[in-house]
């Protein structure tokens, strides 16, 4: 069965950097769009970015400038994240299959990064 897998969520100051992995399993993500979302308390879960099959990324325009999605490996995807805000505090996830507009069906877990003043 498809798993996706998040890790490397924490707690980091204002201004810091975390990176985050998303490892696949039981499929092979390196034919599929990849894209991470997140999710603060009392918001809408909303897309951070994605990256296609030939490597082209396409980030919101919240964290453009900040954020990089990354294909580290056939099964891996990475979210490479600098000048971390407040307003980034939430639970980040990666999906399987999204388009710029709505998610795919396939969810990891979900991974917490909070950033603190």
């Known amino acids: 069965q498809v798993r996706l897998v998040e890790s490397g969520g924490g707690l980091v100051q204002a201004g810091g950097s975390l990176r985050l992995s998303c490892t696949a399993s039981?499929?092979?993500?390196?034919?599929?769009?990849m894209g991470w979302y997140r999710q603060a308390p009392g918001q809408q879960r909303e897309l951070v970015g994605t990256v296609t099959t030939g490597a082209d990324t396409n980030l919101s325009n919240s964290v453009k400038g900040r954020f990089i999605i990354s294909r580290d490996a056939r099964n891996t995807v990475s979210l490479q994240m600098y000048n971390l805000k407040i307003e980034d505090t939430a639970v980040y996830y990666c999906?399987?299959?999204?388009?710029?507009?709505?998610?795919?069906?396939?969810w990891g877990q979900g991974t917490q990064v909070t950033v603190s003043s």
């Open positions: 999906n399987l299959g999204p388009s710029l507009w709505r998610p795919g069906n396939h």
């Open positions: 039981g499929i092979d993500i390196g034919t599929a769009v």
